[in-house]
């Protein structure tokens, strides 16, 4: 039961994230994001790399309470919660970004469409308008281009 708690929980983490870069990132604490956008931060972090630690809280939180018996399944929704944040820390910041040169050559389909969402998000480099708020599940137009792409 626990495993399956941790997979919804993770494939739920989706929209959820969906909801936060749009609503909270370019809403109210565009603060912080804003030089994940513009670039204009010194040295390897940026203020963005704060949520990190704000999204760990609440999974940190879930998992001390799901160490009690009649709160276990709090420890799987932190697990899932955890490991969807490392799927987004390789994804996002090494993949995507680059912050370590890592699959930079890759031909995989999916791997081209989740990068090519991502640089029409970034093409914004304000607060709004924006596009491709998601992380794992982006629209399909920018994976069509690579499955249909003719094969080397």
């Known amino acids: ?10 494939l739920l983490m989706e929209p959820i994230t969906w ?8 809403g109210f604490l565009w603060s912080l994001h804003k030089d994940h956008h513009d670039h204009s931060h010194d ?3 940026e203020r963005n790399d704060l949520f990190f630690i704000i999204f ?7 998992i001390y309470k799901g160490m009690e018996p ?6 799987w929704i932190g697990i899932g919660i ?8 390789f994804v996002h910041d090494i993949f995507i970004h680059q ?9 995989n389909p999916y791997l081209l469409g989740i990068r090519r969402a991502h640089k029409q998000h970034h093409k914004h480099v304000g607060k709004f308008p924006g596009e491709c708020f998601g992380f794992l599940w982006v629209p399909i137009k920018y994976f069509k281009m690579y499955f249909n792409a003719p094969k080397r």
């Open 99 to 107: 912050r370590i040169s890592l699959l930079r050559n890759t031909k």
């Open 19 to 26: 909801l936060t870069h749009k609503y909270v990132m370019h």
């Open 1 to 10: 039961m626990g495993y399956l708690i941790l997979l919804i929980t993770f």
């Open 70 to 75: 009649e709160t276990w399944y709090l420890l």
């Open 43 to 45: 040295g390897a972090f």
């Open 82 to 89: 955890t490991l969807y944040g490392m799927a987004y820390f």
């Open 56 to 62: 760990a809280v609440p999974a940190i939180f879930l």
